[in-house]
């Protein structure tokens, strides 16, 4: 018996091409569960997600809504648990079908489904869809990492920051689809916790979020982005949270502002709003919602990605959350990493056999001077107020001589390129570098070189490059070189913005700083 599907979930397929529509013929509804309820058609209207590939699979993920901004955050869906069959195929048309099988969406999780997929061939291209009763997904594309010990193919991996729903369209992740690459990062603000304001669209909900509630809604209209759905349909995502998937500048368990009451059950509800909508891997919860995030992504003997939590576990902001000169910043028992995931990066740093170690992380990791002239002033939310910690890891990659350390950064809702010192003088010679993505949205259409852009450019020659225009940043790993190109749209308060290469530069193997080519 063959299905007839509604109208509607055929459109949302389009991003995916004609291959997809092939597949519909092989719906088998003579295999729905009885008990699966005539009138829940139009669940899968979040799209699909894979992430945090490994050389044997990939964490599968999509969400059961009708109504995905339905004020309780549970999308409309009946309060049981709903059986949703999930397949991954080597061919587009899913017809080579390897593993399959049935998780359940449980309402206590807003019938979020992630699936741990296992058993697959290493280094090589997936495709995947899950059905819910006569319902099929979209079908998402996802990839396995090499087998250690060995290459695979260059990897092209894309990295973004900073995707606020309300100041703009997310045009920059459906240029980021059309290159088609194996690997992408989000390295922080994939929502952002604010209130309606000036905005080019509308939050949903209107608040600022606080409730799990409030945090589901918030998450659930951001997957309703075609754009966005079409970034995470096309690869695999590894995924680190900063302080905007909670509240702006917040530290541990210390609010923005000290007044603010139940922050630990904010913080908790964040956490876990955020969890059920990204295709990661299961961790155990702590107390006040504390969960594991730091981890690594192993791509063969070509990369290891060393994804950082720089917001769970940091001291509060020394001298505040503004730009200061600031003594206390150098205190050596003040940390931005915590001591555990410290010593498991030295560890991790120091086993690492990859030809590149990549750290995924969320805030400003050189030192910038942001004051003209001889005053110097530093950011105390990013590394520059951390300096003791930052000297540490450092001394790590010169001690236990890392292979090509490169270090991955969002939050600034600017791109840099800038080489990294060994030491506290930044224009001694570079033992690594530091790419920095602009924002997807945030700081509505910005401008390629503002005046405080050549300011910084003065003050600091170790940054190479500064550029405030919405983006991100593409990339191709390869065993010599690894090359890198910052993407640029001139606005995304309209949407259908082209896009073109702003800067692009080369890290080779074994000579550490940036060339531009
Ligand atoms: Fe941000
Ligand atoms: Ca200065």
């Known amino acids: 018996m063959t ?8 459109a949302r397929r389009t991003f995916l091409g004609g291959s997809a529509l092939a597949t519909l013929a092989v719906i088998d509804l003579a295999t729905a569960p009885a008990s699966y309820p005539r009138d829940l058609d139009d669940v899968f209207t979040l799209g699909v997600a894979s992430g945090d590939p490994a050389h044997d699979g990939f964490v599968l993920w999509t969400r059961l809504a009708r109504e995905p901004l339905a004020p309780d955050g549970l999308g409309g869906m009946p309060s049981r648990r709903i059986p949703v069959h999930w ?3 080597t061919d587009p048309a899913m017809r080579k079908v390897v593993r399959r099988g ?12 992630q699936v741990e997929v296992h058993g697959l061939r290493p280094a090589a291209e997936f495709h995947y869809r899950f059905r819910s009763g006569k319902e099929l997904s979209g079908i998402g594309r996802a990839v396995t990492a090499p087998l250690p010990g060995s290459y695979g193919r ?3 991996m894309s990295f973004v920051s900073c995707s606020n729903y309300a100041v703009g369209y ?14 992408v990062l989000h390295l922080g603000d994939y929502i952002y916790e604010t209130a309606n304001e000036d905005d080019v669209r509308a939050h949903a909900p209107a608040g600022a979020t606080h409730t799990l509630a409030d945090y589901r809604v918030r998450h659930a209209q951001t997957h309703t982005d075609p754009d966005l759905q079409a970034a995470h349909a096309v690869a695999p995502w590894s995924v680190v949270w900063d302080d905007h998937d909670v509240e702006n500048n917040y530290a541990g368990l210390v609010p923005r502002h000290p007044g603010e009451r139940h922050f630990a059950r904010r913080r908790a509800a964040a956490y876990q709003a955020y969890y059920e909508h990204l295709p ?12 594991r995030m730091y981890r690594r992504i ?7 990605f060393h994804m950082l939590d720089t917001r769970q576990y940091r001291s509060d902001q020394a001298c505040g959350d503004g730009v200061a000169d600031c003594p206390e910043a150098a205190d050596p028992r003040r940390t931005i990493m915590g001591g555990r995931q410290e010593r498991w990066l030295v560890d991790g740093l120091t086993r690492s056999r990859a030809t590149w170690n990549l750290l995924g992380q969320q805030v400003f990791f050189g030192v910038r001077d942001m004051v003209p002239g001889r005053q110097v002033g530093y950011k105390m939310d990013a590394w520059d107020g951390y300096t003791a910690d930052r000297q540490r890891l450092l001394d790590t990659f010169v001690e236990r001589q890392v292979r090509n350390p490169v270090i991955l950064t969002g939050d600034v809702h600017k791109h840099y390129a800038n080489d990294i010192a060994a030491g506290p003088d930044p224009n001694g010679p570079a033992v690594a570098s530091e790419l920095v993505t602009t924002s997807i949205t945030s700081d509505g259409d910005g401008t390629d070189m503002p005046s405080w852009g050549e300011v910084q450019l003065a003050e600091n020659p170790q940054i190479k490059l500064v550029n405030q225009q919405r983006g991100y940043v593409r990339t191709v790993i390869d065993r010599d070189q690894m090359s890198v190109d910052f993407r640029v749209l001139p606005f995304v308060t309209r949407p259908h913005a082209p896009v073109w290469t702003r800067a692009s530069f080369a890290l080779g ?6 060339v531009a080519t």
């Open 3 to 10: 299905g007839s599907l509604s109208p509607r979930p055929l």
């Open 87 to 89: 397949e991954v195929a």
């Open 102 to 113: 049935t998780a359940v969406a449980d309402p206590r999780s807003a019938h979020t489904v």
């Open 154 to 156: 260059p990897l092209r």
């Open 170 to 183: 997310f045009t920059a992740f459906r240029h980021l689809a059309a290159d088609e690459p194996d690997l």
């Open 280 to 291: 990661v891997r299961r961790v155990s919860v702590g107390p006040h919602g504390a969960r």
């Open 298 to 304: 192993e791509w063969g003997d070509l990369a290891t």
């Open 509 to 514: 193997v074994g000579t550490p700083g940036l």
